[in-house]
DNA sequence: CCTCTTTGGTTTCGATCCGAAACTAACTGT
DNA sequence: ACAGTTAGTTTCGGATCGAAACCAAAGAGG
């Protein structure tokens, strides 16, 4: 609602657009299967073109980096450069971090977990994806340290559990 | 975050822009002091010019109803009409109510407890008002079936309790 | 190998939205 | 009466966004 009008209103938030707020959020937490402009077109629900000028003008801002993808000449791979993980720092999004933090832990978690599920709710009946961590993902089986994602087909390692991942599915709840 | 984003690629989102969904929101859950441009803008985080044009598109469409206030030649009292609550009813946002409402109660309650605690936290830093419900609001001392509001030196009928009003202040918390 | 289709991505164009600034009119205080 | 403040509007220019057209690479099927 009007909680995320309230949040961009802040000082640091004039720099950058909302959207381009939201992209480069976006790429520092995907995992590297999802670093697309086309994942964060669907992400944002809005069209890859525009999609397409957000990664654009932040590339050309230096707070993203374009990188081939060599397994497929079409697609892109965008990374956070190091002037873009200083940006995030200003957040005006963070105050709002802030706020949540002050709530216990079992109080968050509880409210993770009911916002998670009524936006997997809204996503279904919008048809469109949910977009996961990969440890809560029915693609992935923990091996070793790590663990091996049934649809990449590839070894994620441990510190990439926690990304978010276009393709996520999530794990069949248990009963009751 | 971007689940607002989510919300609004619904079916009937495409009659109305965000900005006009979110004036005909305002205005009918807004109590009678309330209903005003200005208090709209302030809402919207936006400036009294822009919450003009908004409203003044929503007057040309139908959806809501300008009235002079005779207490105040400046200001001016905005209703929605029938064909606003018409339209309300096609909100691209009641799916996430309903999505919600799936939740059991207390997890609701919960929800709604520690959502608005964030946003006072967040209001404070950003030196922007809350906007609550009468029947929490530090002006309100409850007489007979309403209340009387010391702000607005008014009584409140108890229909009236629900609104969010501009003025709204919390009560004090309880300690603990 | 050669088409057809699909998919990832970009560009252009027009519409819309929005914020800043200038302005009018009505209220308040002295 | 006068200055200062508040409610609201209008205009203007910039930013944004979605739709459509387009290009190139990858698959599919024969």
Redesign the interface.
Known sequence: ??????????PGAAQLSAAQW?ALRYFARANRFSRTPSAFSE????TRGTASQTVKSLVSMGFLERRSNEADGRSALIEVTDAGHAMLAQDP?A??RR??A??PAE?RA??MK??R???E???E??S?RTFGRCDECSHCAPRDTGAYCHCTQAMLRAEEMGALCIDFTPKLRSTG
Chains 1, 2 share one sequence.
């Not at 992400?43 to 809005?46: G, L, W, Y």
């Open positions: 609602m009007h909680l995320a009008r309230l949040a961009h209103s802040g939201t992400f944002h629900a809005t999004l105050d709002l706020a949540l002050e709530q109080v509880a409210l009911h916002l599920a009524a936006t709710t809204l996503a009946q919008r469109a």
